[in-house]
């Protein structure tokens, strides 16, 4: 449990929200909600019972008839205007962002965009529900197949992301006539909360959708409750493996997407400016805090030198200040634990530290600055572990296959990039490379609206990925309906299997 920094004698409660109102939790149970620039407690999250779990979904479970029978076109014109609330009140949730996680301003606002991009996705809910049809596949025999809603279903969320990941899963998730139950990161929830609130202005009806915070209590009180049919899990490796094994155990779909380290490779041909600039912006962007953040450069041949020296001419202009100072670039880590962590890979992680970010750093919040370690091989910590920080590994290879190796023994495989000037390489890479999303001359390859995102290996326990076309499938199961009209003057039993004729 994190510490109190220097608390405040009262501090903002941050409630449930259920049937489309602000729900004050009863188990005596809080965390603390930090402004990581100040390392100063801001808020109190309530953690959820399983009772409260439980009420959650039992207004999910009644608001279900009314939301699925309602016409496409009208939850159509219902996620128009969440559209148009969210992209109204983009810079107010960036806000709540930056003061919660960290994030810079222009980044948080960034990260609400690409949310944005998954809800105008699903307001074409009208064309993505279309099922298929065939006359005449046996005679005087129509087949069809319909998409239909699975229920209840829920979305447990990780910190880096507060707006964003929930959308994700949200959107497609109502707008396939689910009713849903978001389950927070408890270091960041008060964004989930706003944003209850603008799908109620929306007209989104009560119990559609509702936020429950919490720990462990609240995800195993989702994990196994009869009530829900699905869950969408994003945030770590081993947590996402135990929601996929438990979730899957009390007969869910579940689709838990994991952690990652993403390598990307440079080649001897590669533009070295380009390469450098690509890296600083992905390794340090959200102070690393991303799953498809740039965490190992593959240097190829006589690259290191030179691309090494060009990162460390760059490293010292990353302005890292309070996100809300609009001269920042990089703001401080989430809380003064996950710090400490990352700050001990510059210790003992292994390799040659070039450039150490505990060194001219502000002394108030959780800050840690851009740092850079070479020489990092398989077998060290800081090659091995997730580090989810701004901590840049360099390793060096000689060969291009050798770099390809190297990512596809990795127990990860969210997201890759290949940085040269050679297209058969790089269409060689892409016919190679075990990942869910790579890069060719772009260092994080976050997929548009209407593909989905998702890693392979360790990266994702499940069959499908999230959101686009694949998250509309996870969101509904398929009906197919074989009818005929005969007249009934030529009907006759037949105790042979049907075929067709
Ligand atoms: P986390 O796994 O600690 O937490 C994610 C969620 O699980 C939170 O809601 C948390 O309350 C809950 N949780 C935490 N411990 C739990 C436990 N023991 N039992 C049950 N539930 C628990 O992740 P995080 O630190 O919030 O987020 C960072 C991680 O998320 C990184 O590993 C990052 O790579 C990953 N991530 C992955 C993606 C992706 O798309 N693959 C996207 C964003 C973040």
């Keep these: 449990m994190t510490d109190v920094v220097d608390a405040p004698a009262a501090v903002k409660p941050i409630n449930h929200w259920i049937s489309g109102a602000p729900y004050a939790g009863s188990s005596g149970r809080t965390g603390p909600v930090f402004n990581p620039a100040t390392g100063r407690q801001a808020g109190a999250v309530d953690f959820a019972t399983a009772e409260e779990v439980d009420r959650a979904v039992q207004a999910a479970k009644a608001a279900f008839p009314a939301w699925r029978a309602l016409s496409i076109a009208k939850r159509a014109e219902i996620l128009f205007a969440i559209r148009e609330l969210v992209h109204e009140h983009r810079v107010d949730i960036a806000k709540i962002l930056t003061a919660e996680h960290g994030k810079v301003l222009s980044d948080a606002t960034g990260e609400v965009t690409r949310g944005l991009e998954v809800i105008e996705f699903c307001c074409g809910i009208p064309h993505l529900l279309k099922g298929g049809m065939t006359e005449q596949a046996s005679t005087g025999v129509d087949v069809y197949s319909i998409r239909q809603p699975l229920g209840v279903v829920a979305g447990i969320t990780p910190f880096n992301f507060p707006a964003m990941v929930p959308m994700w899963m949200w959107a497609p998730a109502i707008a396939c006539g689910n009713t849903f139950v978001l389950k927070p990161s408890e270091k960041d929830p008060s964004a989930s909360v706003y944003t209850a609130q603008l799908l109620k202005e929306a007209g989104v009806p009560d119990g559609v959708f509702n936020v429950i915070h919490g720990d462990k209590v609240a995800v195993d009180a989702i994990l196994e409750h009869r009530d829900i049919a699905a869950v969408s899990f994003v945030g770590s490796t081993p947590i996402a493996k135990y929601v996929y094994e ?115 750093c502000p002394d108030d919040g959780f800050f840690l600055s851009p740092s850079l370690i070479d020489g990092l091989e398989p077998g060290m910590r800081a090659y091995d572990d997730e580090i989810f920080g701004p901590v840049l590994g360099v390793t060096r290879v000689a060969t291009y296959d050798e770099a390809v190796r190297l990512v596809n023994d990795n127990p990860y495989g969210n997201g890759t990039a290949i940085f040269t000037r050679d297209g058969g390489v790089a269409r060689q890479f892409q016919f190679d490379v075990q990942a869910g999303m790579v890069g060719i001359n ?55 299997f049907p075929q067709t004729r």
């Design 246 to 360: 438990t979730a899957t155990a009390n007969g869910k779909r579940c689709q838990a997407l994991g952690g990652a380290k993403n390598h990307m490779i440079v080649l001897p041909d590669a533009d070295i400016d380009m390469a450098a600039d690509a890296a600083v912006s992905a390794a340090y962007g959200s102070a690393g805090e991303r799953c498809m953040a740039v965490s190992m450069l593959v240097a190829v041949g006589d690259v290191a030198d030179p691309l090494i020296d060009a990162i460390k001419a760059r490293i010292p202009n990353v302005k890292v200040g309070d996100g809300m100072d609009a001269a920042s670039e990089m703001g401080p880590l989430i809380t003064r634990e996950h710090r400490d962590k990352v700050a001990s890979y510059l210790e003992d992680g292994g390799g040659d530290v070039l450039v150490d970010g505990r060194e001219d």
């Design 442 to 496: 772009v260092p994080i390859p976050v997929p548009v609206a209407y593909y989905s995102f998702g890693g392979w290996k360790a990266s994702l326990f499940g069959d499908r990925h999230i959101y686009g076309p694949e998250g509309i499938d996870f969101y509904t199961r398929s009906k197919v309906v074989t009818s005929r009209w005969p007249d009934p003057a030529t009907s006759k039993v037949d105790l042979g």
